[in-house]
């Protein structure tokens, strides 16, 4: 099992920034993704970006330009940083690990982006 505790969400105007972490603990593999996605209400839960223990990324278009992911695999810690942030950025940011054939889902962090 692994346990996922993410942080750092909030309400931000547009255009701030933001930066969310997330931990993970418990039967964790060297070699494995984390990353986060985001569920706005009424839609589909999407991609944000996902980074490997390799350094391999993967970013959504949507926000490409405007996030950068990286992570601390001595502290299983991944983490975004998130700006230029629009209200359609507003979601729920959830992180995941994925790791031999398993993933693990946090409980979400809420990301609200208003003037």
């Known amino acids: 099992q692994v346990q996922l505790v993410e942080s750092g969400g909030g309400l931000v105007q547009p255009g701030g920034s933001l930066r969310l972490s997330c931990a993970a603990s418990?039967?964790?593999?060297?070699?494995?993704?984390m990353g986060w996605y985001r569920q706005a209400p009424g839609k589909q839960r999407e991609l944000v970006a996902a980074?490997?223990?390799?350094?391999?990324?993967n970013y959504a278009d949507s926000m490409k330009g405007r996030i950068t992911i990286s992570r601390d695999n001595a502290k299983n810690t991944v983490y975004l940083q998130m700006n230029s942030l629009k209200l359609e950025d507003t979601a729920v940011y959830i992180c995941?690990?994925?790791?031999?054939?398993?993933?693990?889902w946090g409980q979400g962090t809420q990301v609200t982006v208003s003037s």
């Open positions: 995941m690990y994925v790791a031999r054939g398993y993933d693990y």
């Open positions: 418990g039967s964790i593999f060297s070699r494995n993704t």
């Open positions: 980074m490997a223990s390799s350094g391999t990324t």
